[in-house]
């Protein structure tokens, strides 16, 4: 993919000043597309100096009320969190993801979503993400200043995707589905799965997380998840027949 195709997502940012230095971190790597989910500050005098040169950035910058909201384009989404989490979410180095993001087909679009100061991102918005990505850190202290976290997650990615000599894909690859679209089949499946009485809805037992992960992980493309609809469509007309 290009870097044109990333686009980096802050959630419920606080300090003015993370958003400007994120600018910033933004375009000393060749980034251009900052979406902002329900910012809890302005863009003041303070966000404008720490992003410098990168005025551009935070003018275009795209202003949504949730995660799913901005991410609902990508094709893959990835999480950047300080903490392991209990679920077991697949966890990327920042060099394997920057090569998972490098055998991307250009054109296919990505997001890298970044947390609050304060509190990171919760399991639920995780929920959203097809990986997390983890910046090796000391173990006893593995938080970084967010602006940092994306200078660096930026760094790994522009020095993958400006490698020479990448083999040419010569294999036309079909589009993938959406982040949209995966969500449409996750709740067709939870649907179908509730009424042939595999899922008990009020004794869930994560069963829904853990297909969600099984799903984000193999990358379907938009035609696979024609097929698994049109499976749980004929699971529904012969359940009413
Ligand atoms: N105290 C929070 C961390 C917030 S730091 C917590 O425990 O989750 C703000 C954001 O910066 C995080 O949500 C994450 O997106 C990013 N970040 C900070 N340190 C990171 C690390 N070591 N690896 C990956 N992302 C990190």
């Not at 003015?16 to 979406?35: D, E, Q, S, V």
């Not at 400006?162 to 709740?187: C, H, I, T, W």
């Not at 004794?203 to 097929?227: A, D, F, S, W």
């Amino acid at each position: 993919m290009k870097l044109d195709d990333l686009q980096i997502v802050l959630v419920e940012t606080s300090h003015p000043g993370n958003i400007g230095a994120t600018a910033r971190a933004m375009k000393n790597m060749g980034l251009c597309h900052l979406t902002l989910v329900a910012p809890r500050c302005g863009i003041d005098e303070t966000a404008i100096a720490r992003a410098s040169g990168a005025l551009d950035i935070l003018d275009a910058c795209r202003r949504v009320d949730t995660l799913p909201e901005a991410v609902a384009e990508s094709e893959l989404v990835i999480g950047s969190s300080a903490r392991p989490r209990s679920l077991g979410w697949p966890e990327l180095t920042p060099r394997r993801m920057a090569d998972m993001l490098g055998e991307c087909a250009d054109g296919q679009r990505a997001s890298l979503v970044f947390g609050r100061e304060r509190s990171g991102l919760s399991n639920e918005e995780l929920q959203f993400c097809h990986y997390t990505v983890k910046i090796p850190t000391a173990p006893d202290y593995s938080s970084l200043n967010l602006a940092m976290a994306v200078q660096l997650l930026a760094y790994e990615i522009f020095v993958r995707l400006q490698q020479e000599n990448q083999p040419p894909m010569d294999v036309p690859r079909e589009p993938k589905a959406s982040a949209g679209e995966l969500e449409g089949y996750f709740e067709h499946l939870e649907q179908v799965l509730v009424t042939t009485g595999f899922l008990d809805p009020a004794q869930p037992r994560h069963m829904m997380k853990r297909l969600r992960r099984l799903y984000q992980r193999i990358g379907l493309t938009r035609n696979e998840v024609n097929i698994l609809r049109g499976i749980l469509s004929s699971v529904q007309k012969y359940r009413k027949s």
